[in-house]
């Protein structure tokens, strides 16, 4: 299957033209975001940092001070369910336009993707080190009081490679194989 | 253990600093190569160019730049876990305070995440220690030495953990049967979630708590090991294989590798309870030993 190439800021039309199971490979700014960055957005704080056409990463790195400069160590996606509750208004009120994470998302962040035009993004989960080859430089952080996990770092990223399981036309993978996983599992229950 | 307890200079035991600090390196960077294995041989299962195909690519090449490159297999490094084995009459308070002073330079120099974080303010403590970690397990026993094992568990998959009580309406009674489909049931709802292909640690009954930390310590046996119970055996090879043809693969992308091994344990139970505790272990499954003399030097490594 052919890779898609994205550069952030992403319009719109680009992202309405992927679909699951498509290969993606990022190169510009990502900002990373989990926990207690969409929790605080959702209680009606502004974003330090504008979010349109960006793509939020659900993230939480290993980084070292070296000198006056940030190092990324490592830095794989985390489970992204737990911004169900949150993800759906962030795409909405921001104008995010990707979300890249492991483990996959439910409805409200998939009728989210639908409506105003988003995709999310699999990486692979625990593959810190792969995700952090493709990272170049950290240009700067914000909401560094929320300790270092949950602080939103501006990433600059070439060739990042994600996996559309999520897309705009409704579609997700995490869907499909859990219905499939859970027929074939009642098929052979003991 | 508390954060605020006196911590002894490292100068008391600068051998054991340096061993402990070196045994937290290899568990962060280097994936046993048990596991290695497991994680090889899952790929020539699943199709050529297929999504799951491309994850364990993709996981293969982050081991190999892990260990050549000495950093973080996965940026959770997790809970830390030692489980210590020491002779009797051995300090071990004096054991806690020198490696909680390890886990603090090693956090300082990136082999582990700054993962501590207190549960109400959120405040992280910044170096790893604070309230309940890192968490101690102490044994004695009558050797002459003393056993490390450090794992570090991540958060993605300990989320996934799950402990049923049976009998359950849906998964059925208190026997074998009821038992797998439960454990399966745990395989079912940590798709994705958990990084897959995962290793499953299992008790059969023991108290909530207990059963818990059964089954985790369940994921200290290799993974070719064979349980010494036939019966457990036998179920640990079925809900591999069960797992295998639920097509959920890894990182649930659809495939054939679902789980890597199954490690079932049992404790006795009261006649009221009987609980099934399932501990999921991701793949990038972080867990290594090394045997330790009176100095503090390192002897043998495990795993």
């Not at chain 1, 990463?57 to 990324?72: A, T």
């Not at chain 1, 999310?120 to 990272?135: F, N, R």
């Not at chain 2, 108290?207 to 640990?236: F, H, I, V």
């Amino acid at each position: 299957m052919a890779t898609v190439k994205l550069t952030t800021p992403i319009d719109e039309a680009t992202i309405r033209s992927l679909h699951v199971g498509d290969t993606v490979s990022i190169s510009g700014r990502l900002y990373t975001g989990r926990d207690a960055v969409h929790h605080r957005l959702h209680e009606g704080v502004k974003p330090p940092v504008d979010l349109k056409g960006q793509i939020i990463y659900h993230c939480g790195p290993v980084m070292v001070k070296e000198g006056d400069r940030w190092v990324c160590k490592a830095a794989g996606p985390t489970t992204s369910s737990r911004e169900e509750p949150y993800q759906w208004e962030v795409i909405r009120n921001f104008g995010i336009r990707g979300v890249i994470g492991k483990g996959g998302m439910g409805e409200k962040t998939l009728n989210a993707c639908r409506e105003y035009g988003a995709v999310y993004m699999h990486a692979i989960g625990g593959a810190a080190q792969v995700c952090a080859a493709s990272i170049k430089r950290v240009d700067g952080v914000d909401w560094m009081d929320l300790g270092s996990p949950e602080a939103i770092w501006h990433l600059w990223v070439e060739e990042f490679m994600a996996i559309v399981t999520m897309d705009a036309h409704g579609q997700s993978l995490h869907k499909q194989v859990f219905e499939e996983s859970k027929r074939k599992l009642a098929a052979l229950k003991a | 253990m508390t954060a605020s307890a006196p911590i002894r200079d490292i100068s008391a035991q600068p051998a054991l600093f340096q061993t402990i600090l070196e045994l937290i390196r290899r568990t962060s960077t280097q994936l046993p190569d048990d596991v290695v294995r497991a994680v090889t041989a899952a790929r020539k299962e699943e199709a050529e160019g297929s999504n799951a195909d491309v994850a364990l690519n993709v996981i293969g090449c982050n081991i190999g730049l892990a260990r050549e490159n000495s950093l973080p297999l996965c940026q959770d490094t997790g809970t830390i876990l030692f489980y210590v084995h020491t002779p009797v009459g051995y300090d071990q308070i004096e054991f806690e305070e020198i490696a909680t002073q390890a886990v603090r330079e090693a956090t300082k120099v990136g082999y582990l995440r700054q993962n501590s974080v207190d549960s109400i303010t959120g405040k992280n403590t910044g170096d790893n220690t604070g309230p309940g970690s890192p968490v101690f397990h102490f044994m004695q026993w009558r050797k002459p030495h003393v056993e490390v094992k450090l794992m570090l568990k991540g958060g993605g998959c300990e989320n996934m953990n799950a402990q049923y009580s049976l009998p359950h309406p849906d998964l059925g009674g208190r026997d074998l049967k009821g038992v797998e489909n439960a454990i399966l049931d745990a395989v079912l709802q940590a798709q994705g979630q958990g990084c897959g292909p995962g290793i499953l640690g299992v008790c059969i009954g023991g108290d909530r708590a207990t059963g818990y930390s059964y089954a985790k310590e369940q994921l200290l046996r290799t993974m070719d090991d064979t349980n010494d119970d036939p019966l457990l055996a036998d179920l640990e090879s079925r809900v591999v294989d069960k797992a295998n043809q639920s097509g959920i693969g890894p990182m649930g992308f659809g495939g054939r590798t679902t789980l890597l091994a199954c490690k079932i344990g049992k404790q006795n139970r009261l006649p009221a309870s009987f609980f099934v505790s399932v501990a999921y272990m991701c793949w990038a499954y972080r867990r290594r030993g090394v045997t330790v003399d009176m100095a503090g030097n390192a002897g043998e490594w495990l795993y």
